[in-house]
């Protein structure tokens, strides 16, 4: 099971990259989300419409502590990764964090621009996708796709009104419920 | 040669996330991002910031008609990519693609919310990331990925200030003018 813990979401300012971040996360294979920061249910509601439109199982809740989340998932045996650019390479480390995570819960943490320095001491990896300032979006991507693989984006998301099948020109929509 | 083309921006609106489109074009291994929909110098000026201090060879530019960046770029013979939930699936096109682009440059379309149909016609692709809503930030990331490998991302940037080195637990910036 992965989880991705958001950690210091801003109302307004932080809407859009959150809500880019958690529909990567669902889109890439990720089970759940967890935002915390300051509370925002217009951005729960909007990731929850998605669920509905295009399937479900994909959880989304709020945390008000992020230490509270990130002990308790290591007090279960979960193993936590912190996205950052100052940590070592996926590339790297992916074999290890595969071979760990077999039979562990994943929590993949994403920060905003100022990530206490306890988040570092407190994971059992610090990850980065190359070592430029880029996008939390384009690292959780990433990751998700070498631990989870391209087979993550290609699960069928379970009660979906809507699927969308690939097509080289225009826009391929099947409606109705779907298994 | 890469060049990014990012749709419809809008100040303010937009601002976050066609940042984080244009660091992750630079950090995955583009030469360069176009800016179409309503100029925004702030957003230029942040991503030339990161250039001077992360190292340069980036380029940065707005253009008010997309529609002529894209019939300008089949003129010289460059293949167009537009990124969307609707197309076909970059693992199933990639190899296609990289034959395609071999001697010809690329140009990747990133939209908004409301890409104009013409953009889908005048294309010589239409890629997806999966068919599930997700982020364009994401999707130019796995794409870059896929086609310019991980060593677009290992790339040294020329005259940067600073370097950031893997470091497992902390922060280790280099400073000083490095080649």
Request: aromatic fraction near 6%.
């Amino acid at each position: 099971m992965i989880t991705v813990l958001r950690l210091g979401h801003r109302v307004i300012r932080d809407q859009r990259v959150t809500t880019h971040v958690a529909l990567t996360a669902r889109a890439f294979g990720a089970d759940s989300i967890i935002i915390s920061g300051e509370r925002d249910d217009g951005v729960i509601e909007s990731i929850e419409k998605v669920c509905t439109e295009f399937g479900g199982g994909f959880g989304i809740e709020y945390a008000k502590n992020w230490k509270r989340v990130i002990e308790g998932w290591k007090k279960k045996n979960g193993v936590a990764i912190h996205l950052t650019m100052y940590g070592e390479d996926i590339d790297d480390k992916k074999e290890e964090i595969m071979e760990k995570c077999k039979e562990r819960d994943m929590l993949i943490i994403v920060g905003g621009p100022k990530v206490p320095f306890d988040v570092y001491k407190m994971v059992d990896y610090n990850i980065a996708v190359g070592n430029q300032p880029h996008s939390e979006v384009a690292a959780l991507a990433i990751v998700l796709d070498r631990l989870v693989g391209s087979e993550g984006r290609k699960k069928r998301f379970m009660s979906a009104k809507k699927r969308i099948l690939p097509n080289p020109v225009g826009k391929t929509v099947v409606e109705g419920l779907l298994g």
